[in-house]
Structure formats: structure tokens, C-alpha cells
């Protein structure tokens, strides 16, 4: 076969304008192609066969090309992430080296793939750590405030268009679950709990009025019939006297974290089992270690 019957079949077939674009299909230099084109002799079986493989070569360089291409639109996609900037700062890599894998002729080789695998599990190990723990509010001050129900408080006041202080804590509690935790007049810590599926926001209005979160307290039982007589002429010894003071009685503050859904059960046993003789929670909590 004549060298210029070749490319002519390859112009048509290809769509190739000119024999600079024949000889980068077929992996060769444009001098070479037009050396091909130029000659006389037919095209030797080596010389073929030798276009053949630059062919495939060249076919599968740009499919690799194209690999990149996809990759980065599907990480787009899947990851909502609206540019290439975004991409390379997920894979933690510059923007400019995902530019050279979008736009330059380089393959994307294994060792490519495995360096954004590790980079990707880097960020995201990375960004993992900052959102374990996300406090919302600390020390806050317990304002009890009835509800529609009567029998059913409000830790604070839920709020209403004239507040928006009110308004903006209980929307952030009601979006959120984590770890939180009462403290007494004295800031001491006497309560920690978790919510997994309900909100913070419900979830701490109905741990603060739980019956069964008990303190017993020691008092004197004065009887009032009758005269009165001092200590030291009477004395009484004290005892646990009824009623049982509740959670509600001496919480005075509270704090809520938003937690990592994995990492809650595990934070609210590390808090029952480092306090677990001041606090009043009657349950002490185990870690799970399959998580």
C-alpha cells in the first residue's frame, strides 16, 4: 500500500484535516508522515505494522485522558461540588495538578489513581476530626417555661418573631444530636445524656422533668405542734426525707454538643464512667468498640 493512500483513507474515515492531525493519530511526526506521503515505494510491513501499534497507543493514551475527565465531572456530581478547585481540595492535591490531568495529554497511570485514593481519604479523615464535636452552647442558664401542656417544660424559652436569640438556639437544637449535660447551681456536672434519633431540643425538655432522676437529700423533719425547743436542748438526727429532690429542682445550667453520629454513644460513656459518682444517671453506660 502507497503511504499516500494510507493517510488519504485515514483523512476520511477519522475526520482528519490535515497531516498534522493523521500523524499525532498515529503517534508519529508530522516529517515522518509527509516522508510517507512523499514516497513512491509501498509501505513495507513494518512500517505498518508499526503505524498500527502508535495507533493503539495514541487511542489508548486518550482514553486514559478521557478517564480523568469523567472522574472529576463523577466526583462533581456525587461530592456537590461546583468547580475544579473543589475537586483538587477533596483529593488534596493543587488546582493545578488536576489541570494537568483534565487538560494535558497525560495518562492517569494506577499510581495517580492510588495518590488521589490516599489524598481523598486524608481530607476526609481530616475534615472527620473538626466535625467530631461542634458545641452549640455551654454553661447556658436554665430558664424553665411551661408549654401548651402544663405538665411539660421547656428548658428555655422557645421563642417567637420578637426574638430571634430564642428562636436561633432552639432551631440549632431541634436540627441537631449529640451529647449534653446539666450542671448544678455551682456549675458542677449532675447530669449527661444522649440523643441518637430524637433532637437535642426534645430530648433535654424531657430529660429535665424525668421523675426517676433522683437525688436523696438528708433533712430534718420539724414538727411545728407545740413549743418550740433549740437543737441543743432537742436534738434530731437528719434523715432522707420525702419528697426526693428531681433533676428539675437543682439544674440550674446546661451545655449541647453536636456529635459525630458515630461517636455519640461512645462520648456519653466516657462522660457517665469519668463522673460516675456525681452524676445522677442511674444507667452506667459501656463503650462500643465495633464501631
Known amino acids: 500500500m502507497q503511504g499516500r493512500n494510507?493517510?488519504?483513507?485515514?483523512?476520511?474515515k477519522y475526520d482528519l484535516r490535515t497531516i498534522s492531525e493523521v500523524a499525532a493519530f498515529l503517534g508519529m511526526t508530522p516529517a515522518n508522515l509527509t516522508h510517507w506521503q512523499n514516497r513512491k515505494e509501498p509501505l513495507s510491513a513494518t512500517q505498518i505494522e508499526r503505524a498500527i501499534k502508535g495507533a493503539s497507543e495514541?487511542?489508548?493514551?486518550k482514553a486514559r485522558s478521557n478517564l480523568a475527565k469523567e472522574l472529576i465531572d463523577d466526583l462533581k456530581k456525587k461530592n456537590g461540588l461546583k468547580s475544579d478547585d473543589a475537586v483538587a481540595a477533596s483529593l488534596n492535591m493543587t488546582p493545578q495538578r488536576l489541570s494537568n490531568w483534565k487538560n494535558?495529554?497525560?495518562p492517569l497511570t494506577a499510581k495517580k489513581i492510588s495518590s488521589a485514593i490516599k489524598g481523598?481519604?486524608?481530607v476526609a479523615v481530616e475534615r472527620s476530626y473538626k466535625n467530631i464535636i461542634r458545641p452549640i452552647v455551654e454553661f447556658f442558664p436554665i430558664e424553665p417555661t411551661k408549654t401548651n401542656n402544663t405538665k411539660r417544660f421547656r428548658i428555655v424559652p422557645e421563642g417567637d418573631s420578637q426574638n430571634d436569640f430564642y428562636t436561633?438556639?432552639?432551631?440549632e437544637l431541634s436540627e441537631s444530636q449529640g451529647i449534653y449535660i446539666f450542671y448544678d447551681t455551682?456549675?458542677?456536672?449532675?447530669y449527661a445524656g444522649k440523643t441518637e434519633r430524637r433532637n437535642l431540643w426534645d430530648e433535654m425538655s424531657s430529660a429535665f422533668t424525668r421523675t426517676n432522676l433522683t437525688q436523696p437529700v438528708r433533712r430534718i423533719h420539724h414538727r411545728?405542734?407545740?413549743?418550740?425547743?433549740?437543737?441543743?436542748?432537742?436534738p434530731l438526727q437528719p434523715t432522707i426525707q420525702p419528697p426526693l429532690l428531681h433533676l428539675s429542682d437543682f439544674a440550674s445550667y446546661f451545655s449541647a454538643?453536636?456529635?459525630?453520629?458515630?461517636m455519640i454513644s461512645n462520648l456519653e460513656a466516657l462522660l457517665v464512667r469519668g463522673f460516675a459518682n456525681d452524676l445522677l444517671n442511674k444507667r452506667m453506660e459501656t463503650f462500643n468498640l465495633d464501631n
Open 6 to 12: 494510507l493517510i488519504s483513507r485515514l483523512r476520511s
Open 58 to 61: 495514541v487511542a489508548v493514551k
Open 104 to 106: 494535558q495529554d497525560q
Open 120 to 122: 481523598a481519604s486524608d
Open 168 to 171: 436561633g438556639l432552639r432551631n
Open 186 to 190: 455551682r456549675v458542677r456536672v449532675i
Open 224 to 234: 411545728k405542734d407545740g413549743n418550740f425547743n433549740p437543737a441543743y436542748e432537742r
Open 257 to 262: 454538643f453536636k456529635i459525630a453520629p458515630k
